[in-house]
DNA sequence: GACAGGCTCCCTACTAGTTGGTAGGTTTGG
DNA sequence: CCAAACCTACCAACTAGTAGGGAGCCTGTC
């Protein structure tokens, strides 16, 4: 295993920040090499074109997810306490600056204009949030642990809405405590 | 007043249309041109320049949403049923394919990469919205119509995340039910 | 041990097309 | 006649992407 950062990583990473400002549309190749110190003819070495850039950037992004739930759901027994952790998560984000957006809440947005490739992951982050979101309510309801106000299915879905539109209000007020105003009392309320 | 379609309206109608579909750096003068019929140079002279084009048309949308929810206040007297018809009106936006998304929603995750006067009308419409919801909240838990799990502000804050990040939803699974499948819960849960 | 071949990575140089925007002249309607 | 509206003809900067070459580095072979 390699974990020195090679030159694709840096790319990535750099992309992913950019992206998490304004989009897909938002940065070019030249704004990565001025960051990166590369030039863009070199980027489409390890990229061909921007669509493989962006779809390997959601892909990757999708899989620190996975990790990071899966870690969070060993570590962590008891359900409320796994969506206080995954909301915890997103507000220390927003306090640190450090990534104050999802890339696919933010991509979600421009679907309509979206290389296909990379719409089809978003989708599927989509769906691999709602199902882990699920999951996690429908084991609190079997434990007796949260109430739910409908099936677990509407519920996450109606969670994860409220965590994306949450995103949304924080940066339109320009607020990072927004987020955490807004979903603080979701926990509050669903719990049993 | 001036009821007939000028020049300026079209191309404010057609931007509108195509900023919902990506966002402000997924249109460009060019796009508007071949649909409105019309040489970019004489957008310029309509809007000089794409920033002052945007925030008129924000400007526009927010008079239209302001007129829009004063008159569906006045005509349905029910707090609950305002709510109901609040997000009515998305839902069979996104039925029709009319303009299946806010504007500021969109606009609102971008806000790091627009320009400052566009960025402060998205905030403005944020505020207001988020205004008017209050004030239903209020009205509907006076009334005993509602029941609020939090205060007003707070409540309406919540709801206005939930509506836009259901509007991601709907985009992120190309499914234009799911929108009403997200929203739709919410007010069976309010309702007293 | 030398050395050729090939591979990865990065470079310079370039392309065609698009971006928002300007200068200045022409048409059109009151 | 005047002004608003629209045009052609530009512009410089930027867009993603290509062509081709050179430096370094491993690997197989004599």
């Known amino acids: 295993m390699n974990t020195q950062s090679t030159r694709a990583d840096n790319i990535l990473r750099c992309a992913r920040s950019l992206i998490v400002r304004g989009g897909y549309n938002s940065f ?7 960051v990166v110190g590369i030039r863009t003819a070199s980027i489409h070495h390890h990229f061909p074109s921007k669509s ?17 739930l899966s870690q969070l759901e060993q570590a962590i027994p008891d359900p409320l306490d796994q969506l206080r952790a995954y909301l915890g ?21 421009e679907i309509p204009v979206l290389p296909e490739e ?31 106000s409908g099936t677990a299915r509407a519920d996450a879905e109606m969670l994860l809405a409220t965590t994306h539109g949450a995103m949304l209000s924080a940066r339109a007020y320009g607020d990072a405590t927004a987020f955490g105003a807004i979903t603080r009392p979701l926990l509050e309320r669903i719990a049993a």
């Open 89 to 109: 998560y997103w507000e220390r984000c927003f306090a640190d600056m450090a990534a104050p957006f999802c890339v696919c809440a933010l991509l979600a947005g």
């Open 118 to 148: 990379v719409a089809a992951e978003v989708r599927a982050h989509f769906r691999q949030l709602a199902d882990w979101l699920t999951g996690v309510l429908e084991r609190g309801a079997a434990q007796g642990r949260l109430r739910l």
């Open 52 to 68: 493989d850039l962006v779809r390997v950037l959601v892909a990757q992004y999708r899989e620190e997810a996975a990790a990071g």
């Open 28 to 34: 070019s190749y030249a704004d990565i090499s001025k």
